[in-house]
């Protein structure tokens, strides 16, 4: 079956960094685009980052410039490095994928940004 874990999320002071991963399993990776989500308390999960098969990649408004989407797929792992965080990056993150016409999601880890 299809598992997607996440890791690397944690406290961190405004203007700090943090690397997520998510290891995925279960899916052919290399031919799979897929993405980062967050959501923060009383709000809608929101589209964080996505990287196509190929390495094409898109940005939500509020991160572009500052965070950063890769893949590695020798270890079926994507990655987004966050830059210069602020309060607002505040939430918890999942990694998603689509496959074979099912929408799946990791369990999500949590990234406080925090003085």
């Known amino acids: 079956q299809v598992q997607l874990v996440e890791s690397g999320g944690g406290l961190v002071q405004p203007g700090g960094s943090l690397r997520l991963s998510c290891a995925a399993s279960?899916?052919?990776?290399?031919?799979?685009?897929m993405g980062w989500y967050r959501q923060a308390p009383g709000k809608q999960r929101e589209l964080v980052a996505w990287?196509?098969?190929?390495?094409?990649?898109n940005y939500a408004g509020s991160v572009k410039g500052r965070f950063t989407i890769s893949r590695d797929d020798a270890k079926n792992t994507v990655f987004l490095q966050m830059n210069s965080l602020k309060p607002e990056d505040s939430a918890v993150y999942y990694c998603?994928?689509?496959?074979?016409?099912?929408?799946?999601w990791g369990q999500g880890t949590q990234v406080t940004v925090s003085s």
């Open positions: 279960g899916i052919i990776f290399s031919i799979t685009g």
């Open positions: 998603n994928v689509y496959w074979r016409i099912t929408d799946y």
């Open positions: 990287i196509t098969s190929s390495g094409g990649t």
